[in-house]
């Protein structure tokens, strides 16, 4: 008969805790002092960053044995020092086992490499922390440390920079032409669509990325990266696990600014950091995320609350009448969001595939690796999620 520490199943949040094992040979070797034989290790994630924490000190005794005067072969004891055993800690995590659970669900039935982050608005938990490939435990987690472009997810970052910047409202009409061209490079819509002049709330709802292109020589040459700022992408924020909050794009070409308009050139983020941004624009203020309960309060900062009001109405849009109508009809109340498809290589039309949007207390981002549209592979998970 044995123990082992386990979680409630064998892909709950796995990449996130890691798992708990016998000191491995390289344990040994690399912990000669810490670790012995049978020891009970923790491998990746929050088990082995925490081990020390969790697994506590064990119990040493010294003893010396003193041979008898007599001929009987009987030694007496003498007890030099002791030490104790110290148990190990609790270390207490926001993740809800409901809401992790149907994140992996939601996950299995899509395949290939994917991640799923789900954030309570109301206080910043992290109650999600999914990762899956094909349908398996990924031990990658991508969930927190990916760094991949965020596509036309991003679009609601720079949405907010135009909205707050006063450079368009809700109902300017904007142009959505099939192609603008800048310093020489074609950008496009996703299959060639043109819309010609439309509603900026129209532009965010089908995704038009000529029209972003064309507004975005309006900001300032730090105003995305500004506005990411706001919303808590490229952060110092700490879960008390590795994790990337994402680089914005500054200044650059004329080239490079049209691009990072809808979240491609040098832009990059996690699941976690869309999913940060995505609550903190649903809550009107920036909070940063936690997943240790201990973790200190932390004070919210308010964004622009007319440009956020306005924004909302677009994300809304997105799905009652633009790229994730699928979601339309989900139980549970109105769903706000954003779709994104991201090239991630160049020389190839290769996407990965992005979802983020929030219904009631609960924002969320799914990534989809090389998964093609938002719409065909992100949103259907988001659906089975909610």
Known sequence: EDEKHLAPSRTFARALLGTVDEATAEDLERAPDLYAVGDQVGHGGLSQRYDELLRGVPGRVIVVQRATDDDSGEADEVELWRQDPVPGEDLAITLDRKVQTAAEA?????????????????????????????????????????????????????????????????????PCPREVTVEGRAFRNSNGFGLGDVPFRTAMARSCNTTFVALAPQLPADGLAAAGAELGIGGDWDLGVETFTGSVSTGGSATERAAAAFGQGTTVVSPVAMAAATAAVARGAWLPPRLLVDSPDAEAVPLDEAAVADLRGALREVVTSGTARSLSGVPGGEVFGKTGSAEYQDGSEDTHAWFVGWQGDLAFAVFVAEGGSGADAAVPIARDFL
């Open 106 to 174: 939601a996950l299995a039935t899509g395949g290939g490499v994917s991640a799923l982050v789900a954030i309570r608005i109301s206080d910043g938990s992290v109650v999600a922390v999914a990762n899956m490939a094909d349908g398996e435990a990924n031990p990658v987690n991508l969930a927190l440390t990916a760094q991949v472009p965020p596509g036309s997810t991003f679009k609601m970052v720079t949405g907010y920079a135009l909205l707050a910047a006063g450079v368009v409202e809700l109902d300017s009409e904007v």
